[in-house]
């Protein structure tokens, strides 16, 4: 069977697809302790030392350090996060690289939160920029380069949609945050109709509106399955003052996906960035798709995570 080629971007890397980079190993039990009391009794106490001494803000769960690095540890952070951002930068995505990942499994709790050590990249996100002092065009010519790099690269798993390292698929838009893959695009499709009772009989008749609009984007032909950051919002864009894109973050929603899911994730928060994605930088080619997940959305929005 003939490799399905994404509706966009037009033109890919020549040699299309390109053999994927080996995906990293998820760290052993061992591996993963040790590292987690490394984050925990030596890297977070030198953070708030650094934050303290030079008055740095940062957001929960973020704890700056020395030499260009930080930690990002919260109760959601999966090693897929690390494995995602490393394959990028295999790719030559602009990404942070991830040297560690701790945790103590099974054991995990408010106290013991998983952590990533991950590296900085220059610029600020967009959302940091005054209006009109980021020029999107700049912003879309980089990011179709990237995207045309990302779309470039075959899946190490076939047909499967499913997480960077062949497994459950995560995300904000994800039922419960994790969902089972699919050994292709119609099986990733029942894991949606099983985990929101698509054939529950007490819908009403406004949630049967929303699941028949989901069946239309489940009947569309398939597409092709392309590695995916999964969140691609302007938040997660880091840009200097020329507009330029210097890194992209937030990686834990990456995966195998369908090529239409990196567009429209951001059609599902209705603002500019939306138009941007789907309009600008896509040129319309998702619309029945942008639609149907809006559908999608609605369905399932009683099992998304809060």
Aim: hydrophobic share 40%; glycine share 8%; charged share 20%.
């Amino acid at each position: 069977m003939a490799t399905l080629r994404p509706l966009f971007p037009d033109t890919l890397l020549p040699g299309y697809p390109l053999q994927c980079p080996k995906v990293q190993s998820p760290s052993s039990p061992l591996r993963a302790k040790f590292w987690f009391y490394v984050h925990e009794k030596i890297l977070k106490p030198i953070s708030n030392f650094y934050v303290r001494y030079y008055g740095i803000n940062c957001r929960m769960g973020i704890f700056p350090l020395p030499f260009g690095l930080f930690l990002k540890s919260h109760d959601q952070i999966r090693e897929q996060e690390a494995m995602a951002m490393n394959l990028a930068r295999a790719m030559g995505i602009p990404a942070p690289i991830a040297p560690s990942y701790g945790s103590v499994g099974t054991d995990d709790n408010i106290f013991t939160l998983p952590s990533i050590l991950m590296t900085r990249v220059p610029g600020k996100d967009i959302s940091q920029y005054p209006k009109g002092a980021i020029n999107l065009d700049i912003v879309k010519e980089d990011l179709i380069k990237i995207i045309v790099r990302m779309r470039s690269f075959g899946s190490p798993w076939g047909d499967a949609v499913c997480g960077v390292d062949g497994g459950m698929v995560s995300g904000l838009y994800i039922p419960d945050y994790l969902i089972s893959g699919g050994a292709n695009e119609s099986a990733f499709y029942q894991n949606f109709r099983d985990v929101a009772m698509f054939t529950a009989t007490h819908h009403t008749e406004k949630h049967k509106g929303y699941i028949a609009g989901a069946e239309r984007l489940f009947s569309l032909p398939p597409h092709a399955i392309v590695f995916t950051h999964g969140d691609m919002q302007w938040h997660n864009i880091l840009v200097t003052p020329d507009s330029h894109i210097t890194g992209i973050v937030d990686w834990e929603s990456a995966g195998w996906m369908p090529d239409y899911w990196e567009f429209t994730i951001p059609s599902l928060r209705r603002s500019f960035w939306e138009k941007f994605m789907t309009q600008d930088v896509a040129r319309n080619v998702y619309q029945e798709e942008v639609t149907g997940h809006r559908f999608l959305f609605e369905a399932v929005g009683d099992f998304l995570y809060h």
